[in-house]
């Protein structure tokens, strides 16, 4: 005979606890799905609909601008007993709350713990769209503009999408950096108001006037007209170290370089000794480890020194280099690295050299500015160039800024006065 299932006082079947469980969380992942809206200066227009009462409560507490009361009402969302969905939509409702407070190293420990509880879409974007923000806020460029231009691609509403594409364009335009036409287009001539103590000079405003109609000769902007490697500089080309063909099918055309990335190569004991010893086999291997076991294109440095000062061509300049974490800092981006570990060791005087010499011809051919020199650390969270190169980079770059670079750009810009 079957078991009867267990009712109430009122009548009503009482679920099993498993179903009990799955019914909970069902509700509080409801409960939570609507709460990304806005940004940390401003929220998302949608269409308005029935909302249940807690979701309604922390609205309407966001905008009487009660966000203690708000962060309250989400804290019990965000334990770890919830499931990952629950949790991932609550930190993001947490980091608004904080960003809007200023309380940015909490809305960034937020806001990046949602960016990697939530599965790829819509709601990651917004997190990472809100984690770009609360890092420039935080003064944090570069990595904010890898979370701004990794939330572009995959946000899906126009108004949040506009608001990534002005952050990036905005940040470009203030370190004199490029802007892609993608970015460009896409902020058209949104202005977000809240966010303009970001940046330390204003927007320009744009006064439209029909008093004057003639068309006025426009200055293109200087192109870079040879990719390949300076003729300045003595340099070991590929076909000296039996380079094998860059595979087409996975690299992408070098834009203009405006900057310069250094970093270590670190490797593995036993390849490292390779290094030291043969870098013409060194380069080899560590070619068909980048085209075999990681699936790019060629090494991902556009140089390398090796300890003996000698400079030696990786990937051809005319293609993006892979060295600097993604796609959007590798662009109009020079790598360079020296050969070996320098969180243990010193680079040696040789490579010191040749590093400099290498910068200062960079500079001129490029017509990139010192100022644009970084370790790879500079770009996101990494201890590359190493404890011992970082100093020594520091001290070339200064040496540059005040010496025939700097003597160079000052007689090309007498001349054009």
């Known amino acids: 005979m079957q078991n009867s299932p267990l009712k109430t006082q009122s009548g009503t079947p ?7 469980r799955l019914q909970r969380d069902s509700i509080l992942l409801v409960l939570l799905l609507s709460i990304l809206c806005g940004c940390g200066g401003g929220g998302e227009k949608r269409v308005e609909a029935p909302t249940p009462t807690p979701l309604g409560e922390f609205e309407s507490l966001l905008a009487r601008g009660r966000i203690d009361q708000a962060r309250s009402l989400l804290e019990p969302f965000a334990s770890p007993e919830q499931p990952n969905s629950v949790r991932g939509l609550a930190r993001l409702g947490l980091g608004r709350c904080d960003l809007i407070d200023r309380r940015l190293e909490e809305a960034i420990r937020h806001l990046d713990k949602a960016r990697r509880l939530l599965p790829a879409g819509a709601d990651r974007a917004k997190a990472q769209l809100y984690l770009g923000e609360a890092y420039l806020r935080n003064k944090s460029v570069m990595t904010a503009l890898n979370q701004l231009e990794s939330a572009f691609g995959a946000l899906r509403n126009p108004e949040l999408k506009s608001r990534a594409a002005y952050m990036i364009v905005r940040t470009l335009d203030e370190l004199g950096d490029p802007v892609p036409t993608l970015y460009r287009e896409a902020a058209g001539q949104a202005y977000f108001s809240e966010y303009s103590e970001i940046w330390s000079q204003p927007q320009p405003v744009i006064v439209k006037s029909t008093a004057d109609l003639t068309p006025k000769p426009v200055t293109p902007k ?11 500089l003595k340099l ?7 380079s094998l063909p860059v595979r087409m099918s996975s690299v992408n055309p070098m834009s203009r370089p405006f900057r310069i990335t250094i970093h270590h190569t670190a490797d593995q004991s036993n390849l490292a000794d390779i290094g030291q010893s043969d870098p013409r086999e060194y380069l080899k291997i560590l070619q068909k480890y980048c085209q075999n076991t990681l699936g790019w294109g060629d090494i991902g440095y556009h140089y390398l020194i090796s300890k003996d000062g000698r400079v030696w061509e990786g990937r051809p300049m005319k293609f993006q280099g892979a060295h600097a974490g993604n796609n959007t800092l590798n662009r109009g981006n020079i790598g360079i690295a020296l050969i070996g570990n320098f969180n243990k060791v010193k680079p040696s005087t040789a490579q010191i050299r040749s590093l400099q010499n290498l910068l200062g011809t960079l500079c001129v051919v490029y017509d990139i500015s010192p100022s644009k020199i970084h370790g790879h650390s500079h770009l996101k969270p990494s201890d590359c160039p190493g404890k011992h190169l970082n100093p020594v980079l520091r001290e070339l770059v200064r040496k540059l800024k005040s010496s025939a670079w700097a003597k160079l750009k000052a007689q090309e810009n007498s001349k054009s006065r």
Do not use: I
Not at 223 to 232: F, I
Not at 236 to 241: D, E, I, M, V
């Open 222 to 232: 200087p192109k870079v007209q040879n990719l390949t490697p300076p003729p300045a």
């Open 14 to 20: 009482c679920l099993p606890p498993q179903r009990q």
């Open 236 to 242: 070991l080309k590929r076909n000296q170290w039996g």
